[in-house]
């Protein structure tokens, strides 16, 4: 009696495997996701963090600060337009706003097109780089970019700020 309890219980579990794997119908993934068409546009800085690389790298307090309130860098703008997915021409307007990028207007190209890391703004022979932190999408709408600091002497990285650009 045993040995038909056994059986009987192997077979069961054999057609609830053989009758529980079904094949699942998913839906398409779409498109490819493009970032670089996510940064055309007006953008507004909505808040910047300054980071201390020197006490951050020795573990020691108060390696940020928010600077938002202290100046009024909610006044910068940049506008980067675009032809398709083919970076273009940008304009700057700094307002009352420290000038984060020296540079007013010119042209801007991207490192990846696929998947962009560093923004480069340039006007004749004067550019600018700026490093992506995030791409905007539905979930986080905001544009991050971080700007590094370095001692000219050494080169050492001593300061990097990072803006938070809200679309307009």
Known sequence: MNKFKIVAHCLF??????????PENYKPLGKAATPITTLAGTWKISSVTQKDEIAANYGWPYQTTDL????????????????????????????QAPR???????????????????????????????????YPSGINPSLKVAVARHDAASGKLLISYSYAFVKQ
């Open 100 to 134: 984060i990028i020296t540079l007013a207007s010119g042209n801007w190209t991207v490192d990846d097109p696929t998947y962009p890391q560093v923004l480069t703004l340039m006007n004749g022979s004067d550019t600018a780089k700026v490093t992506l932190g995030s």
């Open 68 to 95: 938002t309130s202290l100046f009024p860098y909610t006044d910068f703008t940049l506008t980067l337009n675009m032809n398709g997915s083919t970076p273009t021409t940008f304009t700057t307007s700094p307002g």
């Open 13 to 22: 579990l054999a057609g609830l495997l053989v009758t529980g794997c079904k």
